[in-house]
């Protein structure tokens, strides 16, 4: 059974940087469409950035320019690089597949919160 563990997140102010990483068991980070979610308090959980066996992206309109989706296939990670945060990026962030394909179990996430 594939396990997704997310790292990376924090506590940073307005229009700091993180970058959250995604490790799974065996290759699946390194072929297979993944995404990127998150959940704020309270809210239903949300499709951040998707991207694709072949490395095309897509972005929720809410981080487009900001957050960048990306893959080091050497370490088998997926990785979303997040700028320019503001409060409203706060949420536990998790990976999984993209909305159309079949997920894997859902790891604990990492939680980002966002200070103004």
């Known amino acids: 059974q594939v396990q997704l563990v997310e790292s990376g997140g924090g506590l940073v102010q307005a229009g700091g940087s993180l970058r959250l990483s995604c490790a799974a068991s065996?290759?699946?980070?390194?072929?297979?469409?993944m995404a990127w979610y998150r959940q704020a308090p309270g809210k239903q959980r949300e499709l951040v950035a998707t991207?694709?066996?072949?490395?095309?992206?897509n972005y929720a309109d809410s981080v487009k320019g900001r957050f960048t989706i990306s893959r080091d296939n050497a370490k088998n990670t997926l990785l979303l690089q997040m700028n320019s945060l503001k409060p409203e990026d706060t949420a536990v962030y998790y990976c999984?597949?993209?909305?159309?394909?079949?997920?894997?179990?859902w790891g604990q996430g990492t939680q980002v919160t966002v200070s103004s």
């Open positions: 991207i694709t066996g072949g490395g095309s992206t």
């Open positions: 065996g290759t699946i980070l390194s072929i297979n469409a």
């Open positions: 999984n597949a993209p909305p159309t394909f079949s997920k894997y179990s």
